[in-house]
């Protein structure tokens, strides 16, 4: 991770009442073109240009009395946080603000969305679609903001938005659990809203349960999904007048519990309740699902409508100290006690054949399906083949991680390196009341739930926080660990199930749940008025740092050439001439390009779209506006060749006039050094 990355947390808390709070916003795009995205593990998902850049959103809460007692919240467009960032963030924040962030107070939380650029976690296994770590994707610059105080609000319920896609193993929860329940699937948005000294709002830090998929595997254009569409759209309301990624006003659209959650849908009956192909909102008849823009606006849309609800509803003052407490502990063999005495211990990790099953967003290859456990028919074929992927698990294994039956055992596995990781992130932030539960994982619905509530009642119950105290989950954060079920939906073995690592235990007793409630619960104390005096110790070594032998098979851009008879940003295709153009269609232009990885141009634009108003071009679209592409092609690989080109379609409510588009882009010579360019199209106009 780049140092400039801490620009994005600024000094400028100042005194007020209540909190203070700092918040920023910075542009953390990788590579857009030719580089595998993360999420799908589709190798035929690999970049072709950029629909809306990746930011990351950061907000800063500290006691007005006390500023040195201050948390900072990282909310990534990124399918997850990873140890290898978080170490890279806190070396930089430690260089500039020495003594200030730590382990304890830094959480580094994705949206998880599927719509990104790939190649930026350092264990093996997410890495295998990205061709190996890719350096680029893990260097991502930003910048920073000002100061005021916060308040809470009342939950909205948000509807359509989201649905269980494993409906049958939450029904293996038991009913009289089920019943206090009036979904299957959280429907809760709740935020932290923060006001300036005069009222006035500045930003909030928000939780919303939904997978980030609405771009299906076959999109390949980088974005922000729905939480970055969320965030784009209440930042541009709060300041419409501003290019994204230029507001004062900072909207972080934080995943909460979810992992059996999925895109709302009208699913048809006859398809059966756990096989329907999850589809994205439609309005029209339900068809295969594609790479739906339109899905993804209205998913971020139904989550702004009910952030602006909470934000312009009754609120309910947040009051009293932060705290933060963090632990390494290693869940391969986690030993505690359960109620009766008898001490239990996690499995090391492993994958069953389910999770090759895929889910509904993305099915899974060859002969895989979900819902497979030890007494399940299945392909002996994997059986006989799995052993030369990672080694065969032992007896004890195999009883430990029961009723799993093991495809990948990926906690034995270390070669070249580690596949995926043991030691995890254990965090917990404290402001006033609401305490949030910093995850390195995805939690069920009903797992979730438990863990909220188990927290909450030692919380009241150990006389930190009063009955008013509220909990939320955050994740996957910090390192990620896949899934964590109930003990219930792990006997399933649906995909969530299959890919909960650490196991059960061989006694049918426990299971990585309950481990994880034993260790949060544990650090209950550490985030009181009062501190306990010593650290807590959970004997555990922070995961090792990986990136530094990281293997890497992404090639370098070799060169790049324009056609025989033209230049860099030519203009191969233009725009109607002396034509007009109207709302909903869309402006289209073609260039001679080169490659984008040779300048990411972050907190830049590869394009703009310019409206012509007294005497000079003004930028009103860049490509951080969800109604332009930017897509790239090589026309020819042994020449060098390649195009770009940029589409804007043009919104309702788009102001007449003359505009038009311009493409900026670098070169790489055979030898030489990179230079830049820009071009531009022909004038159009809009009637």
């Known amino acids: 991770m780049a140092p400039s990355m801490v620009n994005i947390m600024s000094q400028k808390l100042s ?57 900072v919240f990282l909310n990534l467009d990124t399918a997850m946080g990873d140890s290898g960032i ?44 990205s061709f190996g770590f890719v350096n680029v994707s893990n260097e991502k610059p930003n910048k920073a903001n000002i100061s005021s105080h916060s308040y809470g609000t009342h939950p909205q319920t948000v509807l359509k938005a989201n649905i269980n896609r494993s409906p049958s193993a939450y029904l293996n929860n038991p009913a009289e659990e089920r019943a206090r329940y009036e979904f299957d699937q959280d429907k809760e948005l709740s935020l932290l809203r923060f006001d300036d000294v005069s009222g006035n709002a500045r ?12 771009l299906y595997e076959n999109n390949t254009l980088v974005s922000g999904d729905n939480k970055g569409m969320a965030a784009y759209l209440a930042e541009s309301a709060a300041e419409p007048d501003a290019l994204p990624g230029q507001t004062e006003f900072v909207a972080l659209f934080s995943q909460a519990l979810r992992k059996d959650l999925a895109l709302f849908a009208k699913v048809p009956e006859n398809l059966g309740m756990d096989n329907h192909a999850l589809l994205t909102v439609r309005p029209a008849e339900v068809q295969p699902r594609v790479s ?58 492993a994958l069953g054949f389910s999770f090759a099953g895929g ?5 899974g290859a060859f002969d895989f399906i979900q819902g497979i456990n030890s007494t399940t028919p299945r392909n002996p074929f994997w059986d006989l083949v799995k052993g030369a992927v990672t080694p065969l698990p032992s007896k004890t294994q195999i009883a430990c991680q029961f009723p799993k039956p093991i495809l990948l055992n990926i906690g034995f596995a270390h070669k070249p390196y580690a596949w995926s990781p043991s030691a995890v992130h254990i965090q917990i932030l404290r402001v006033g009341q609401v305490v949030i539960l910093v995850v390195p994982g995805e939690f069920t619905t009903m797992a979730g739930r438990r863990m909220r509530e188990a927290i909450r009642t030692k919380l009241i119950a150990e006389g930190v ?42 006694n049918q007793s426990t299971d990585t749940l309950e481990a994880y409630m034993d260790i949060y619960s544990k650090l209950t104390g550490f985030i009181a008025d009062n501190v306990l005096a010593s650290s807590p110790s959970f004997n555990s070594s922070p995961p090792p740092d990986l990136t530094k032998n990281a293997i890497s098979l992404q090639r370098p851009v070799v060169f790049d050439a324009a056609p025989f008879g033209k230049d860099f940003g030519q203009v191969l295709v233009d725009v109607r001439s002396g034509a007009y153009y109207s709302t909903g269609e869309t402006v289209s ?59 804007w379609t043009i919104e309702s409510g788009t102001s007449t006039g003359s505009y038009r588009i311009r493409y900026f882009g670098d070169s790489k010579p055979l030898m030489g050094s990179i230079s830049s360019f820009n071009s531009t199209s022909g004038i159009f106009m809009i009637a």
Request: aromatic residues 10%; hydrophobic residues 40%; charged residues 15%.
């Open 589 to 647: 232009v073609q260039f001679v390009g080169a490659n984008p990885r040779n300048n990411l141009r972050l907190e830049e634009t590869f394009l703009t779209v310019e409206k012509y108003i007294n005497n000079s071009w003004i930028v009103v679209r860049t490509d951080s506006h969800p109604s332009t592409t930017f897509e790239w092609v090589q026309t020819s690989t042994i020449l060098g060749t390649s195009a770009v080109t940029v589409n």
């Open 15 to 71: 005194t007020t009442m209540g909190h203070l709070f700092d918040r920023g916003i910075g542009d953390i795009t990788g590579p857009v073109i030719q580089t595998n995205m993360m999420g799908y593990a589709n190798l035929a998902q690999t970049d072709t240009g950029l629909h809306m850049r990746q930011r990351a959103r950061a907000a800063i809460i500290a006691e007005s009395t006390n500023s040195s007692n201050r948390i």
């Open 86 to 129: 978080r170490r890279g963030i806190l070396a930089a924040l430690e260089q500039r603000f020495p003594g200030v962030y730590n382990e304890n107070n830094v959480a580094v939380v994705g949206t998880h969305q599927h719509s990104g650029v790939g190649g930026f976690m350092e264990n093996l296994l997410p890495q295998l679609t």
């Open 203 to 214: 930003g909030f830090l928000s939780f919303f349960a939904v997978h980030g998929t609405s």
């Open 359 to 363: 889910t509904s967003d993305g099915p």
């Open 465 to 506: 926080l009063d009955n008013d105290a509220y909990v939320v989950i955050a994740g996957p954060a910090n390192t990620y660990a896949l899934y964590v079920t109930t003990i219930e939906e792990y006997a399933i073995q649906r995909y969530e199930g299959a890919g909960t690592l650490f196991g059960p235990h061989a």
């Open 292 to 349: 739906d823009f339109h899905s993804n606006y209205l998913i971020g849309l139904a989550q702004y409508e009910g952030a602006q609800t909470v934000m312009n509803g009754q609120r309910t003052a947040v009051s009293g100290n932060v705290r933060s407490v963090h632990q390494f502990v290693n869940m391969a063999n986690y030993t505690f006690a359960l109620s009766n005495g008898t001490e239990v211990t996690t499995c090391p990790a």
